[in-house]
């Protein structure tokens, strides 16, 4: 695992990429509303993102040709993923696709500015929603920020895993074990990548100047998960409503900095 650490400077460069992440939600937030078409969300993230200088990093990301025992992969069509209900994450944006009272959507925006990239996920209650769908947004809220409680020079990453599974599974939840936390810098993906689950005192040891993601992905049913055909949608195997909240993070001597928020 070759993890970058990055310098004060790096940070802050990623400091500027992530608030305009934070700011995409900003402009997104009146618009998550019932009757909302998410091809019109897409659009509205990817002006907002290009009106800051920034570019979306998601839209055409990703192609991979076809390979022994693999289907090939198209790029990524669209500057956000979203993930209604039982959807739990890279879902894309569609045109008879519209919001409806009660759903939930986690939408995740990425951008590079600079060079630099800020990755984060929200996901919003479409109007009224009910209590299991309150529950589960919670939890998977709390997951996240107990987790990067843990994010901590000299713990580890199994550590931040197991204050997520223990929280999510004490309510009644389940954690996702395949979608993984991974580093951020120069590009979207680096080290270190890690599950959001236990046990603790495991894995990698936390080091200033890492920066990677907080994204707990909870399932109101069991964890399996099921890939769609487009080779990019992620739903829930039993039908079952998902929720994620995310941030990037950067490690220092003392609390871990949260990049992306305003």
């Keep these: 695992m070759a993890v970058m650490l990055k310098s004060l400077q790096e940070i802050s460069r990623l400091r500027q990429a992530g608030r305009i992440v934070?700011?995409?939600?900003?402009?997104?937030?009146?618009?998550?509303v019932p009757g909302m078409n998410t091809v019109e969300l897409d659009k509205i993230a990817e002006d907002f993102i290009r009106s800051k200088g920034a570019t979306p990093v998601y839209k055409g990301y990703g192609a991979r040709p076809a390979r022994s025992g693999y289907p090939?992969?198209?790029?990524?069509?669209?500057t956000i993923c979203v993930a209604i209900n039982d959807v739990i994450c890279h879902g894309f944006p569609g045109a008879?696709?519209?919001?409806?009272?009660?759903?939930?959507?986690?939408?995740?925006?990425?951008?590079?500015?600079?060079?630099?990239?800020?990755?984060?996920?929200?996901?919003?209650?479409?109007?009224?929603?009910?209590?299991?769908?309150?529950?589960l947004l919670d939890a998977a809220k709390r997951c996240m920020e107990l987790g990067i409680e843990q994010?901590?020079?000299?713990?580890?990453?199994?550590?931040?895993?197991?204050?997520?599974q223990m929280y999510a599974e004490s309510h009644g939840f389940s954690t996702v074990r395949?979608?993984?936390?991974?580093?951020v810098g120069r590009s979207i993906h680096e080290d270190p990548t890690y599950s959001h689950v236990g046990p603790a005192k495991i894995g990698l040891k936390l080091r200033p100047g890492m920066v990677?993601?907080?994204?707990?992905?909870?399932?109101?049913?069991?964890?399996?998960?099921?890939v769609h055909a487009d080779q990019w949608t992620v739903s829930t195997a039993d039908g079952s409503r998902s929720a994620q909240f995310e941030?990037?993070?950067?490690?220092?001597?003392?609390?871990?900095?949260?990049?992306?928020?305003?």
């Design 151 to 164: 994010a901590r020079s000299g713990n580890r990453l199994g550590d931040i895993g197991a204050a997520i």
């Design 72 to 78: 090939a992969i198209p790029a990524f069509p669209a």
């Design 247 to 262: 941030h990037t993070i950067a490690i220092t001597d003392g609390e871990p900095e949260i990049l992306t928020q305003l």
């Design 178 to 183: 395949e979608l993984c936390g991974h580093g």
């Design 22 to 32: 934070a700011e995409t939600y900003e402009a997104l937030r009146p618009y998550v």
């Design 96 to 135: 008879q696709q519209y919001l409806q009272e009660g759903d939930i959507i986690g939408i995740d925006v990425g951008v590079r500015y600079n060079g630099w990239v800020g990755d984060s996920c929200v996901t919003f209650a479409v109007g009224e929603v009910d209590s299991e769908a309150c529950a």
């Design 212 to 226: 990677f993601t907080v994204e707990p992905m909870l399932n109101a049913g069991k964890p399996d998960i099921r």
